[in-house]
């Protein structure tokens, strides 16, 4: 029988919840991974795409191969080709370095299906929102500052996909200069 939509996204949580098992964000709050798929989730389900069924579960499983042993093959297996695409859509490639990769999502945005542009907006408003309230151990304001730059350089090429998230992201990141610049005049 058909699984019903709320199964496919509990099978999608539970999925990814035993993968990313024992990792943790960055920030001092040691919040376990997993908060941020379900966060991105969340974010997409509360801006207009609570019916894009392939989009929320991409987004539970948008980190699964880039961040665990997860194959391609299991995505298929378990949520389809069309998830599977899309996760492999917002997957960086790992056989370049960091600096490459992240010139890379620059280079590539455009050309990204219409999901994958949403999912990539909600990922960094997400990030965003963690830069400021809870950032990696270790990262500078200078390092923080670059980072907002950079999801800024992805994200100012999306447009036309979904008004609320782009209206979000663009709050988000406004607020979030703001919050780096009042931190760094603190110091
Ligand atoms: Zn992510």
Known sequence: MEKTVEQQLLNAIQFAT??????????????????????VADILANNGEADNIILLKA??????????????????ENFGVDVCKLVLECTDN????????????????????????????????????????DPPIGWSIDRRLDYLEWANDVCCQINGVNEKLEQLFNNEMEMAKIALITEANLV
Request: aromatic share 4%; with cysteine.
């Open 59 to 76: 987004a539970i499983l948008h980190d699964v191969l880039e961040d665990t042993n997860t194959k391609a093959n299991e995505l298929i």
């Open 94 to 133: 790992k056989n370049l370095v960091s600096e490459d990769r992240k010139q890379a999502q620059i280079d590539c945005v455009c050309k990204a299906s219409t999901n994958a542009k949403k999912l990539k907006l909600a990922d960094k408003i997400s990030n965003i929102k963690d830069i400021i309230i």
């Open 18 to 39: 035993e993968k990313h098992k024992g990792q943790f964000r960055k920030g001092f709050s040691k919040t376990p991974f997993i908060n941020h798929p379900i966060n």
